[in-house]
Structures are given as C-alpha cells and as structure tokens.
C-alpha cells in the first residue's frame, strides 16, 4: 500500500536553531500533504496545509514565519521549524491523501 | 467545527474486550475512522464506517455508530498485548475535503 515516509524521526536541537522534517509520499504522488502537531493528553492539530507549487495554508494561530513549509515536488513536502524555542518541542506527523489519508511516523522534535 | 471527544485513557486485562468510545457533534461526516498510533510511531487507519450504517465487523474489530446519541465506538475483541496504543476517532472536515479532526485520542492499555 501507499507509504509516507517522514524523516527524522527524532532531533534534539539548541534554543535558537532551525530544524527541517521532510515527509515523503513514496509510491503516490501528493498534490496536497497535511502537517499535524501533536501535544501531550490532546488530539492532533493540524498546523497547515501544504500545496504543490504554491504557498502553504496555514491554520489559524500557527506562525507563518516560524513553521516554514516547502512543497516542492509532488513527493515531497518539507516543514522547518525556525529558531526553535523549548516550547516547539512536540511531535509533529505529516500526512498524504491518496484514497486514504496516509501519515508519516511522527518527528519527536526536543529543543532544549 | 467538529468537537470531537474521547476518554483519555483504558486499562483491560490480555484476553478481555476493550470499548474505545467517541462523542462527536457534527453529524454530517460521510466517513467516520479509527487510527491506531503505536508508541513513536505514526498513525495507522485501523477501520472505518460510512454514515449511513451502524455497525461493521473486521476480524476483532467492531465499530458500532449511534447517529442519534453522536456516538461511536471501537470494541477490540480479545486484546493483546499488541493492542496496546492510543486509538484516535476522526472525522473529515465538512465541504469534501479531507482533513481529518481528531479526538484527543484514547491510551489503550493491556496488562497480562
């Protein structure tokens, strides 16, 4: 079946740094791929919407400038997380819809 | 939007069944899913059911849709260890479009 491939799948990063999560649609190609946050006891929110070859919709509330989403190719959407602070650290998931919505592993992402 | 709630967590005993239960307020989703998310990992489509049935039986799994009470939920027949992770309900987003909204998610938890 599809497979959604989401790289890393855990990165430590200093205060103030940058830190790019790649999510890779392996055997279908994604016009559309979503990113997800995940926080501790809550559900999934989804952060932004991410458009082949146009500008990412992001959700209300999510910082444009500070979550950088990149789709460029059709199998691949990227999404940085810009001089991160402690309070980034989360797990963030992608997903992919072919004839079901398909989703990476996950990137637990720690600042300290 | 949809408001979607689960309990946060169940504890059941290996062999036992397990009932994953879901509230929602909009009944106007098409589709109604389960994911299952492992621990460190990404979220895995367990089942779905169309709106328009109340039950659906897949191996130990049955998903039983009360559109009256806005209720939903999963039973897990005979859990297993391997049953053990957090099951999240979810629902697409009214207009055809599918981003799901999720629930906070359900720790499943099985002990021998």
């Known amino acids: 079946g599809a497979v959604v491939s989401q790289h890393p799948s855990r990165v430590i990063c200093k205060s103030g740094t940058s830190v790019k999560i790649e999510c890779r649609s392996l055997?279908?190609?994604?016009?559309?791929m979503f990113w997800y946050r995940q926080f501790p006891k809550k559900s999934l929110m989804l952060m932004a919407t991410s458009n082949e070859g146009s500008k990412a919709t992001y959700e209300q509330g999510v910082e444009k400038d500070k979550f950088l989403i990149n789709h460029a190719s059709l199998t691949l959407s990227t999404l940085t997380v810009t001089s991160a602070h402690p309070e980034d650290s989360s797990f963030y998931i992608c997903?992919?819809?072919?004839?079901?919505?398909?989703f990476g592993q996950g990137t637990r992402l720690t600042v300290v | 939007g949809e408001d979607v709630e689960q309990s946060l967590f169940l504890s059941v005993r290996e062999g036992d069944s397990s009932v994953i239960n879901c509230t929602y307020t909009?009944?106007?989703?098409?589709?109604l899913y389960w994911y299952k998310q492992e621990p460190g990992a990404g979220l895995q489509l367990l089942t779905y059911i169309f709106s328009n049935m109340d039950m659906k039986q897949d191996q130990r799994l049955t998903v039983l849709l009360n559109k009256k009470d806005k209720h939903l939920s999963l039973r897990i027949a005979d859990t297993q260890t391997g049953d053990s992770a957090i099951y999240f309900c979810?629902?697409?987003?009214?207009?055809?479009?599918?981003?799901?909204?999720f629930g906070r998610g359900t720790s499943l938890i099985v002990h021998p």
């Open positions: 055997d279908f190609q994604a016009t559309t």
């Open positions: 909009d009944s106007s989703s098409t589709y």
């Open positions: 979810a629902f697409p987003a009214p207009g055809g479009s599918y981003i799901p909204t």
């Open positions: 997903s992919a819809r072919n004839t079901e919505a398909f």
